[in-house]
């Protein structure tokens, strides 16, 4: 696997690129400016010195004298080295030239005119001056050489430059990454100080905070989850362990290890519940989804758990009334279970004479089932915590001993499923708990 270069680095390979990108087109200019320059200046002579020649020429028209001409024109050409003069008429032949040996075939600009007839000539001539722009060349040469290496150099300044400059820049990172090594299972409470941090870093030092918070809370239900997980067992476990010591202490007749069996089965009967809500809630956790199918009355569904739990109403001295109804896709299993859970909590709870109430509403996405009963109210500081596993909010309430607090966490649970929601209210002795579930599928996925 090739080895990912550090952000560091990235980022000074990229400013040295772009570094590079910028000189070079800069050097690209001021060149091309310098030769551009340098051609002006060279075509701006030429036209100069076509105008000395012609006016040279010009004067010495009246002047039959070809050696006094010729004299003129070499002083005209002193201290120009780089400057040659030729004059020939039509039939090619030469009247003047001058120009060195040897005669260079390269870098060489040249410019031909005509000029009036002279004694030299009966037509006219044409002259050809011709500019010798080796030392231009080799100038324009020296000064690409030395923008190339102001180039190298910038770039190599700027590029270490930047590369401390980003490790600068990059230090509220590192002292980001020191402060979340710090944190392990027993420093979750711990947040990340962002006092010193940049504005960009804010938010990521706020998210992961936030982050913290929920991994906090989550830990500390684990913990608690697995305390509890362990209580519960545990009583069961000592019970059935104490009551096979006894019955293992001295012969019984077939009644008495019957007893002792029937008694053992009960417990073993609330053990394997507890395990199976929990696989129950451990599936919800791991994002599993109801088996939505068309349910054409709630009202119905919420009949057969009246009529599952007619027995126990009955006893404890409680009616039932169902408000409302309603239709939508739901797993009816679940919905059931649901239902079930609520009205045995509430029969458990609710005041001896008074009814059990379960109220359906629907709105356009959603399913609202509210059970209501009359009884003792729940102090409101558990009321956020009721639907916590295993959370009993008074142990001395009836039937708190015989259930193991995982009825109202599966309810949670199975609002969920159906991406919806619980709620709980108790006050003035009339406690309400319920839940909302999504009608539809598409709903459920355009949430999530």
């Known amino acids: 696997m090739k080895p990912v270069l550090s952000l560091g680095l990235r980022l000074s390979r990229w400013l040295m690129a772009l570094s590079f990108a910028g000189l070079a087109a800069v050097c690209a200019i001021v060149y091309a400016a310098t030769s551009y320059s340098f051609t002006i200046q060279q075509d701006e002579l030429l036209q100069q010195k076509a105008t000395q020649v012609r006016h040279l020429l010009a004067e010495t028209m009246s002047n039959a004298d070809p050696a006094l001409l010729q004299h003129k024109l070499d002083d005209f050409l002193v201290g120009h080295v780089n400057l040659w003069l030729s004059l ?7 009247h ?9 075939t390269e870098n060489l600009r040249t410019l031909r005119f005509e000029v009036v007839s002279t004694e030299l000539s009966d037509g006219q001539l044409e002259a050809t001056l011709t500019l010798d722009t080796r030392d231009e060349q080799r100038l324009l040469h020296k000064v690409g050489m030395i923008l190339v290496a102001a180039a190298a150099c910038g770039v190599g300044v700027i590029g270490a430059g930047g590369f401390f400059l980003v490790r600068a820049g990059l230090r509220p990172v590192q002292h980001l990454a020191d402060q979340t090594a710090r944190l392990a299972a027993d420093t979750l409470h711990h947040r990340l100080d962002g006092s010193a941090q940049p504005a960009e870093l804010v938010p990521l030092v706020t998210q992961f905070n936030e982050l913290l918070t929920r991994l906090e ?21 000592t019970t059935l362990i104490t009551s096979a010591e006894v019955a293992l202490r001295k012969p019984r007749d077939n009644q008495e290890l019957r ?9 073993l009967q609330r053990m394997a519940s507890i395990v199976q809500d929990m696989l129950f809630l451990s599936r919800a956790d791991c994002g599993a989804l109801a088996r939505r199918v068309a349910v054409g009355s709630l009202a119905a569904i919420a009949s057969d758990v009246a009529e599952f739990h007619e027995d126990a109403m009955e006893a404890a001295g409680l009616a039932l009334k169902i408000v409302g109804d309603g239709a939508g896709e739901f797993d009816v299993g679940l919905l059931n279970r649901a239902l079930s859970n609520l009205v045995s909590n509430a029969t458990r709870f609710a005041d001896r004479g008074t009814a059990v109430e379960i109220y359906i509403a629907l709105s356009d996405e959603e399913a609202r089932l509210t059970v209501v009963n009359r009884g003792i109210a729940i102090d409101p500081k558990h009321v956020p915590h009721i639907f916590d596993r295993f959370y009993r909010a008074d142990i001395a309430r009836a039937g708190s001993v015989q259930n193991h607090g995982l009825g109202l966490a599966i309810v949670a649970a199975i609002a969920r499923m159906h991406g919806g929601q619980v709620f709980a209210r108790s006050e003035n002795g009339l406690t309400s708990v319920g839940l909302t579930l999504k009608r539809h599928m598409q709903t459920d996925m355009e949430d999530s």
């Open 88 to 94: 020939q008429d039509r039939d090619g032949r030469l």
């Open 96 to 104: 003047y030239e001058k120009r060195p040996a040897p005669i260079p």
């Open 217 to 237: 809370h989550a830990y500390e239900q684990s913990e608690n989850f697995n305390a509890d997980v362990a209580h519960e067992l545990c009583t069961p476990l």
């Open 259 to 267: 007893e002792v069996l029937a008694a053992n089965l009960e417990d």
